[in-house]
């Protein structure tokens, strides 16, 4: 878990706001484009983010938050017996929550941008007539290794958006997922959801 956090913070910087994109271009051609302008964002707002990090949370928010399939991910990262035990309200709850917290993970990733470059790699088997598909890439570092990270996206409607990323093969659903279920292990689904409301409070 620690080198998944440390790889997070090294790797998504760019690569987290590539997310939505329209079912009828290639998912390449537009992760390509949308990783430039956030490439674009930073660096305009280089200067800003060096004295106030927290700044960038705007940047993720405008870039990023709008294009995650936010309850599919929540779905996924909880399980089917947690999610379908509990109610309609709990729900909304954890979604606020959780997506606070990838918020917060994200920006502080952002954050420490140092002009790293992406590179998309081509979809195996195309993405022609599939609902959903993975989208490997590599972050490429001028004083390391390249980093390795995956999407997954799934069509909605007409819009791929993505329920998943992972960063050198460590999903990070799974990873909360076994935190997430220790917790509503020991208290219940209500206590994972009080703990995260705790937690992002502390950060905000």
């Keep these: 878990?620690?080198?998944?956090?440390?790889?997070?913070?090294?790797?998504?910087?760019?690569l987290l706001p590539v997310l939505s994109m329209a079912a009828t271009s290639s998912p390449i051609d537009l992760l390509d484009k949308t990783a430039q302008q956030m490439l674009e964002a930073l660096k305009a707002n280089k200067a800003s983010l060096q004295r106030n990090p927290h700044s960038v949370y705007s940047i993720v928010k405008r870039i990023l938050l709008p294009h995650i399939d936010q309850?599919?991910?929540?779905?996924?990262?909880?399980?089917?017996?947690?999610?379908?035990?509990?109610t309609a309200a709990q729900h909304k709850r954890f979604i606020e929550e959780y997506t606070f917290l990838l918020v917060?993970?994200?920006?502080?990733?952002?954050?420490?941008?140092?002009?790293?470059?992406?590179?998309f790699l081509p979809i195996?088997?195309?993405?022609?007539?599939?609902?959903?598909?993975?989208?490997?890439?590599?972050?490429?570092?001028?004083d390391g290794p390249s980093i390795p990270v995956s999407y997954r996206l799934?069509?909605?409607?007409?819009?791929?958006?993505?329920?998943?990323?992972?960063?050198d093969n460590v999903s990070m659903v799974?990873?909360?997922?076994?935190?997430?279920?220790?917790?509503?292990?020991?208290?219940?689904?209500?206590?994972?959801?009080?703990?995260?409301?705790?937690?992002n409070r502390t950060k905000k």
């Excluded at 917060?104 to 590179?119: E, I, P």
Aim: cysteine-free; aromatic content about 10%; charged content about 25%.
């Design 154 to 167: 799934r069509l909605v409607g007409d819009t791929w958006e993505i329920y998943d990323i992972s960063v």
């Design 174 to 199: 799974q990873s909360y997922k076994a935190q997430f279920a220790d917790k509503v292990a020991q208290s219940g689904f209500e206590g994972l959801i009080n703990s995260l409301t705790e937690l």
């Design 104 to 119: 917060r993970t994200y920006s502080r990733a952002l954050a420490s941008y140092k002009d790293q470059q992406v590179r």
């Design 71 to 86: 309850e599919t991910m929540a779905r996924s990262v909880l399980g089917r017996d947690i999610w379908q035990s509990s």
């Design 1 to 14: 878990m620690q080198k998944f956090k440390q790889l997070a913070l090294a790797g998504l910087l760019m």
């Design 124 to 142: 195996r088997d195309g993405y022609e007539g599939k609902k959903f598909v993975q989208v490997n890439s590599l972050i490429v570092q001028k």
